[in-house]
Structure formats: C-alpha cells, structure tokens
C-alpha cells in the first residue's frame, strides 16, 4: 500500500496509468485471438491490428485531457506523421514486444511517458499478460500493482517498488528475450554475473526497478518511445540508464528520428 500522502503518484501519473491499463484491455481481447495476423513495417518490424487499436485509443485519451503537450507514438510515426515536439511531450508504444505478443509468452507491454527538457518526468508500464503494472515519477517515486483482467485497478493498493545495491556474490543481469546476441554476453564478461533473466519488452528496466535485477545492457538498436517509460520508472526508483560511455540517456533527439544509442540500465550505484 502507499505510504503516505507525500509519496503518493500525482492525478497526472495515475491518468496515465488508467489509459495504460484500458490500452492493455484492447491488446488482451486480440491476445485471447486464435491468431494474430502480423503485417511488416518498412523498417521489416511487426505491427498488428492490436497495436494500431491500442495507440488510436491511447492518443484520442491523451489528447483530450492534456491537449497541449504534444504526443510521439510509434505507429504515427511509422506513417509518417510525426507531431513537433517541445520541452514537454509524451513518448507512446502501444504494444512494445510485438514479437513477443505473437509468440504468446506475454512479455508485452504498454509504453506510455512523458518527457520534460530531455528527461523522461513520469512513465507508465502495463504488462497485460502478466498482470503487473508499473508507474514512475520522479517527484514521487516508483511503483507496482497487480491487477486482474476486466477489472478496473484500484491504484490505492500501489506498491512502492526500489532498485537495490548490487549484491556482493554477483549481480542478476537481464537481457532481451529476442536480441540478446554476443556484443551483449561480450559486455556483461566484464561483470561478475550470478544469473541471467530473459524478459522481453520494457519489463526488463522494471525487473531492475523492482530490486529483482540489476543490469540490463542493450547493444542494439531501440527506439525512443521503447525505452522512455521503463527508464522513468527506473530512474524513479533510484537506478539509472546512461550510454555505455556513461552520459545521460536523453529524449527529443529528433535529427536522430529518435534513434536511441546504446545504452546500460543500473540499479542502485
């Protein structure tokens, strides 16, 4: 349960967090599909009807109750409508881990962030299949919930979550279920490593969050609106992501088609 009044999520976070569970809801009702059909992006990505129903939902929810701030989604962006950005907008994936959504191991999630001059302010986190939702603010802190399918959440029941020191036997390292290659075994043979966690989706800087991880490197190609919410709630919960050269992991890099550098997600340093 929630502490106390000072560390509980603002209205504008637990917003967030109810568009990104009823976002959840229309990728569970295609999920419960005997199939899925995909089609192929032109960066050869998948993307299915569940990730356009979703984002279409998300967006129109966004932009009636912040109708300011402006909204990069990555399904609008595949099309080519990209809005312009500011110093404040939000970073959407509807359903981050389409791979994995079709390969039903209910690693996926709903990706929904708002970032202030660079840094990711506040992220949401759902994991539908797997019924745990996530929400970072960096005013308040950092939090997990479970839920039940068809049941709205009662976000009274948040639980503070926090990233934990690295262990002195060795650290538990997570790494993409779907591109974990050698560059990456490569960089984590410079670490003393006790256990690797495959996880797909944004689910892996939430296991880091939570205290059940402690690094999870990406030596691969990733998108903004991949990364920005988990990075909130992590950030959120006192870990970090930085570039593997260490410098701040920012947002808004729009000469770059938000293109995201290589990067390493910390827990507590």
């Not at 797997?130 to 948040?158: C, H, I, K, Q, W």
Request: aromatic share 8%.
């Amino acid at each position: 349960m929630i502490q106390s009044e000072q560390h509980v999520p603002s209205r504008r976070a637990l917003s967030l967090a109810d568009i990104a569970w009823r976002a959840g809801e229309i990728l569970l009702a295609h999920y419960a599909l005997n199939e899925v059909e995909a089609r192929r992006k032109d960066d050869n990505s998948p993307v299915t009807d569940a990730d356009e129903e979703a984002e279409i939902f998300i967006l129109s929810q966004l932009r009636h109750l912040f109708p300011d701030v402006p909204i990069v989604a990555e399904e609008e962006v595949s099309g080519g409508h990209a809005s312009e950005i500011g110093d404040r907008f939000f970073l959407v994936d509807p359903l981050d881990g389409t791979k994995e959504f079709l390969s039903r191991n209910g690693e996926f999630t709903v990706n929904i962030a708002e970032i202030v001059n660079g840094t990711p302010a506040c992220g949401v986190v759902f994991a539908p299949a797997r019924s745990r939702l996530f929400v970072g603010e960096m005013s308040s802190g950092a939090f997990d919930l479970l839920t039940e399918a068809g049941v709205v959440p009662d976000f009274g029941g948040l639980r503070h979550i926090a990233a934990r020191q690295p262990p002195p036997d060795g650290l538990v390292a997570v790494a993409s279920r779907s591109h974990r290659d050698a560059r990456t075994d490569e960089y984590l043979a410079h670490y003393k490593v006790k256990e690797f966690v495959s996880a797909g989706s944004s689910l892996k800087f939430c296991l880091v969050a939570a205290g059940e991880a402690d690094i999870y490197p990406r030596l691969g190609r990733t998108m903004e609106w991949d990364t920005a919410a988990g990075h909130a709630v992590l950030a959120a919960a006192g870990g970090s992501v930085t570039t593997l050269d260490g410098r701040p992991f920012v947002y808004g890099k729009i000469e770059e088609k938000f293109a995201n550098p290589f990067f390493v997600a910390r827990g507590r340093s």
